[in-house]
């Protein structure tokens, strides 16, 4: 149980275009989604949090207009990298946790994310 | 504010010894303790909690951690370590005081040598 997947799993894509990755629970209801960045050899970014049918909650220094985030179901959390840089190239991974208050994050695959 | 350090970049160790991959946490409350396991270009994957209860938990893939409130500390470890458990390790820590956020540690990464 507690499967979450990321699609898609790489994208590459040029300079000023957008790209929308979805995060989705495949066997639970997620009552919050979480979005991370990390970079080679780093740790876990948060990026935002979000709860289904409201805003997301960025993080400081995270653009909201640049990652805009939209959690319209309990099983589907969008991220959308608008005009991508080069600087974007990354590794995007989401996790979403059941309950409110549940503690434990259940983690997608990530999405690697190349701007050319 | 919450933070978590993971004092080693890399630890390496021989297979069938024991491993112990350290982390040590400070919360305004009470501590809410995990680990994950990242393998190479993926998410990470759960492999234990500390919410209450028994300072020891056990996980995963025969994985426990040993929850040490004096210490503030949260230790992962291994009676004897196998080649695929080499991956990156991250400790993550949370607090009871209502908000989700949590934070990660830098990571370890763990070489196990046949």
Known sequence: GAVVSQHPSRVICKSGTSVKIECRSLDFQATTMFWYRQFPKKSLMLMATSNEGSKATYEQGVEKDKFLINHASLTLSTLTVTSAHPEDSSFYICSASGLLGEETQYFGPGTRLLVL | ?114
């Open chain 2, 1 to 114: 504010a919450q933070s978590v350090a993971q004092p080693e970049d890399q630890v390496n160790v021989a297979e069938g010894n024991p491993l112990t991959v350290k982390c040590t946490y400070s919360v305004s409350g009470n501590p809410y303790l995990f680990w994950y396991v990242q393998y190479p270009n993926r998410g990470l994957q759960f492999l234990l909690k500390y919410i209450t209860g028994d300072n020891l938990v056990k996980g995963s893939y025969g994985f426990e951690a040993e929850f040490n409130k004096s210490q503030t500390s949260f230790h992962l470890k291994k009676p004897s370590a196998l080649v695929s458990d080499s991956a990156l390790y991250f400790c993550a820590v949370r607090d009871d005081t209502g908000g989700f956020k949590t934070i990660f540690g830098a990571g370890t990464r763990l070489f196990v040598k046949a």
